[in-house]
Antibody
């Protein structure tokens, strides 16, 4: 079955960077975009950006421009999201999701909790 | 891009029907038939329930339906069941070529 499995929880200090991985299985990794979405505790969903695993092309939400980098390793069907210059407000669960069409995300990874604390 | 507007909470009794609204603008909901809905149980990842306004992925019960009128999209759940209690989020493609989410609605099954 189609599945996305993310890396484990991270604790980072302010100013550091974090890199979250998302391993795809059950489908051809290069055939679908990957979206990244985050959710602060008790808050709603926030779209961060997309990556095309075939071309490596990316598009980021304006809010994260300059701080986020989305990459992939097609040999192991894994996508990565790296967020730099972390601050406490970046504490959230980060999700990857397979994207089809213009606004269809299915399935989602299980989420990765990133905690930013001094 | 401002978040889409959803009611903070809705409730209904088992067997009843409820509708969750999602209001945007002509630059998002009103301008494109690319509205999707997600269900999220506590501590779990979101799950796609509706895409392209009214399409259900395989495996989603036909109790879930979506529609759109003008700048407002709606998710209707008929024959409410206890397991439907969750948070629901709408999302729309926008004229900025990026998606936007609604603030989320907590559904309580009484």
């Amino acid at each position: 079955q189609v599945q996305l499995v993310q890396s484990g929880a991270e604790v980072k200090k302010p100013g550091a960077s974090v890199k979250v991985s998302c391993k795809a299985s059950g489908y051809t990794f290069t055939s679908y975009d990957i979206n990244w979405v985050r959710q602060a505790t008790g808050q709603g969903l926030e779209w961060m950006g997309w990556m095309n695993p075939n071309s490596g092309n990316t598009g980021y939400a304006q809010k994260f421009q300059g701080r986020v980098t989305m990459t992939r390793n097609t040999s192991i069907s894994t996508a990565y999201m790296e967020l730099s210059s972390l601050r406490s407000e970046d504490t959230a669960v980060y999700y990857c999701a397979r994207a089809a069409g213009w606004n269809r995300r299915d399935p989602w990874g299980q989420g990765t909790l990133v905690t930013v604390s001094s | 891009q401002s978040a889409l507007t959803q009611p903070a909470s809705v409730s209904g009794s088992p067997g009843q029907s409820i509708t969750i609204s999602c209001t945007g603008t002509s630059s998002d909901v009103g301008g494109y038939n690319y509205v999707s809905w997600y269900q999220q149980h506590p501590g779990k990842a979101p799950k796609l329930m509706i895409y392209e306004v009214s399409n259900r992925p395989s495996g989603v019960p036909d109790r879930f339906s979506g529609s759109k009128s003008g700048n407002t999209a709606s998710l209707t759940i008929s024959g409410l069941q206890a397991e439907d209690e969750a948070d629901y989020y709408c999302s729309s493609y926008t004229s900025s070529s990026t998606p936007v989410f609604g603030g989320g609605t907590k559904l309580t099954v009484l």
